[in-house]
Structures are given as C-alpha cells and as structure tokens.
C-alpha cells in the first residue's frame, strides 16, 4: 500500500511531477499574456504614432505608406501589419481622413466660395473622380448633395427660434 516507500516514491514523484507542470504551465500562461498586454500596447502605441502622423500629413498628395512607416521608425511591411491587426487598412486610413477634412471645409461657411474640386484637392487629392468615387463611396452621397445638406443644418441651427428651441430640449 501507500505506506510502503518503495510504492509511494513513484506516486509522490508523479504528483510533484503533474504540480510542476501544473505551475509550469500557470506561470507560462501569466508571462504569455503578460508579453501579449505589452505586444499589444507596443502596437496600440505605434498605431497612434502613425494615425498622428497621418492626421498631421494626410493632404500631401505623395503621401505613402513608406513614408509613414519611416517617419515613424519602422518598416512598411509592419506598418500593414499593425493595421491589418487592427482590422483596418492604410489606404482607407488616409481615404478616410482627407474626406473628414473636405466635411469640415464643407460645413464652414467662410470657406463657402472654395470649389469642391478646391477643397478636394487641398486635402490631398490629385483627381477629382477618384474623391468624387471614395465620397460617394463613404457618405452615400456626392460631395456636392452634402454640401448643401451641411450648408442647410448650419443656416438653421444659426436661426435665433432654432436655437433656443434646440436649447430647451
């Protein structure tokens, strides 16, 4: 029986054995994710420092992955890495950040008298179908039909009547 030592060392050996791998493998799981936490911050972090260095370049009409990624300090290749991670691309990144900014200029009425070809290309575009195709693509709508809905909500929320009721809500 298990008072026998012969017996019983091959039996403790073997639990020691099973609670070695046991803790092994506990303390294995709490680096793992200790080191996955930090992989992810590292690639949280180098996400921002890319999107801030969009935000900051993005009418450049040149702007290209390349340049972003040594702006940054790190390849193109990991610069598509990170994105793609992230469930999001480079390409759509800056489609996405220069048809905000024409928005902006859209809704602004001293930059009224801008052309849409204007505000287009200040933002970065170097043919004007191609941000006519990425708007409509975006918004659902031509850059010209949502100027003037932009146009229209700005005049109406800047009517006294209009404010106040939309105040008192």
Known sequence: ???????AAPGAGALIDVLGG???????DCWASTSD????????ARLDQISQH???????????????AKAVGISRRYLHKLFTEAGRSFRAELVNL????????????????KTIADVAFAAGYTDISQFNRHFRRIHGETP????RALVART???????????????
């Open 144 to 147: 010209s039909a949502a100027r």
């Open 155 to 169: 005049a109406i929320s800047r009517r006294p009547a209009t404010r106040a009721r939309l105040s008192a809500k």
């Open 1 to 7: 029986g298990l008072s026998d030592p012969k017996r």
């Open 54 to 68: 969009m935000r900051r370049h993005f009418a450049d009409p040149d702007l290209s992955a390349e340049d972003v």
């Open 22 to 28: 046991l803790v092994s493998a506990t303390l294995e």
């Open 37 to 44: 936490d930090s992989a992810d911050r590292l690639s949280r």
């Open 98 to 113: 220069r048809i905000e900014a024409c928005l902006r200029v859209f809704a602004d009425e001293k930059q009224s008298g």
